[in-house]
């Protein structure tokens, strides 16, 4: 009840500030159509200037083209929209200052699941991520960047409370390729996992990365990079921690290369993988992680070695990302993720497909996720040794990553071949959600 009323007064706070703006842009517009009438000559001078002004806006909502009405409107709202969600400045200094910029940053995920399966049905709502925290550049080249959990991530039927530290650490440019980090951060294993959750096309990640990538841990991470070529080197404490904790008795190491092939090419493209921004790039990517005492680190899987890599492309409107993911420990265990996107309207309205498969030699090595498909009452068993799974859905960006609506249906089927003549699982998952950030 608590989700429910959480979403209904945040989209009618944001229907009601779209609301008055379109009118406030429709205003304006009367106005220059009353002016065309009036004068011709002032017609072409003022769509010029109207199309000068359109391309030359920099907030995420603005529009290439500013011939139509709509994008105009577009246009104004999210001008209204941008100092709310694009740049929330608590601190705005001179590079002479010891604190040079501090900004707060935000997020709230709220996702509906209806679930119709072979083995039962079920559906319920839920806040799905609250996260509070700043962002601030001191002298020195120093970063610090901080969220707390406002709720149990890990439990769907969470309320909002305190959950905990998810991100904080700080961040040293060595130089201007090379930088090194400390604190809890999260490693970078699979284009899903690096890539940060207001971005992901998708509702929830592919359950192969649920189950290989590890928990945000505290560690130090060394990074740089040449030309066309990114990489980075991790220590991270084995052990879960909700706040901050390092236990040398547990460890694992993670590295990371990137190669970019748009590295040459528009340098608004270009972005700091372990940013978790990887929008608008093409790159190749190779990650792995080293587990040595899997027996009793809990920040990851029991998985001695894991490996990641894959591509992602843009041509125009349409992406596509690639991974092939391989796990091998108690159990051996592989698949891939294949994530095609297009902007049917461009920056608006997005269609996004994802096929996912996972396979073993191991039985009862692939878990169902724990959202949504392991909440069955019914379930015979939750493990299985083939998975199989097809998603499609659509995105409606309100204002860009900052404000998007989305949904999607996904229809899945784990298989347990050695024990289950039937399927452990089998049926369809209908996901919508509600994503602001700031």
Not at 7 to 36: C, H, M, P, W, Y
Not at 143 to 169: A, P, R
Not at 170 to 192: C, I, R
């Amino acid at each position: 009840m608590k989700q429910t009323l959480s979403l209904i007064i945040l989209t009618s706070f944001v229907i009601l500030k779209l609301q008055i703006n379109a009118q406030d842009g429709i205003d304006v517009l009367e106005r220059i159509e009353n002016s065309n009438n009036s004068n011709s000559a002032n017609v072409s001078s003022n769509l010029e200037t109207s199309e000068s002004n359109a391309k030359e806006s920099s907030g995420p909502g603005s529009t290439k083209n500013g011939n139509s009405i709509f994008d105009r409107i577009y246009e104004k709202i999210s001008k209204s929209l941008d100092p709310i969600l694009n740049n929330a400045v608590l601190i705005q200094g001179a590079d002479k200052d010891f604190i040079k910029e501090a900004t707060l940053s935000g997020r709230y995920h709220w996702q509906n699941a209806d679930i119709n399966a072979d083995q039962g049905d079920d559906q319920f709502s839920e806040s799905r991520r609250a996260r509070l925290g700043a962002m601030v550049k001191l002298m020195y080249d120093i970063d610090i960047k901080g969220e707390i959990n406002l709720l149990d991530e890990d439990d769907v039927s969470s309320s909002f409370d305190y959950g905990g530290i998810d991100t904080l650490y700080a961040s040293w440019s060595l130089s201007d390729n090379t930088s090194v980090s400390v604190g809890k951060m999260k490693p970078l294993f699979t284009q899903e996992y690096t890539m940060d959750s207001n971005e992901l096309p998708v509702l929830e990640r592919s359950l192969l990365v649920k189950q290989l990538a590890p928990h945000k841990s505290t560690g130090v991470n060394f990074s740089g990079k040449s030309e066309s070529w990114a990489f980075s080197g991790a220590v991270f404490s084995g052990e879960k921690e909700e706040n901050i904790g390092w236990s040398s008795d547990g460890l694992f190491y993670n590295a990371s290369l990137t190669y970019e092939f748009n590295a040459d090419g528009d340098s608004d493209k270009k972005s700091d993988v372990a940013s978790g921004d990887l929008l608008g790039r093409e790159f190749w990517h190779l990650d792995y992680i080293y587990n040595p005492d899997s027996t009793i680190n809990d920040a990851l899987g029991a998985y001695e070695h894991a490996i990641s890599t894959g591509v992602s492309l843009e041509r125009g409107n349409f992406g596509l990302s690639v991974d092939l993911n391989y796990a091998t420990g108690d159990d051996a265990l592989w698949g891939l993720q294949v994530t095609p996107t297009l902007f049917i309207i461009e920056d608006k309205i997005q269609l996004v497909g994802r096929y996912q498969f996972a396979d073993t030699d191991d039985s009862g090595a692939i878990n169902l996720s724990s959202r949504y498909e392991n909440s069955i009452s019914d379930l015979v068993s939750f493990s299985g040794d083939e998975y199989h799974s097809l998603y499609a859905g659509i995105n409606y960006y309100l204002y860009d990553n900052h404000l998007k609506l989305m949904t999607g249906i996904e229809f899945s089927v784990l298989k347990d071949n050695d024990n289950i003549s039937d399927d452990v699982y089998n049926g369809w998952t209908w996901l919508s959600g509600l994503r602001i950030s700031f």
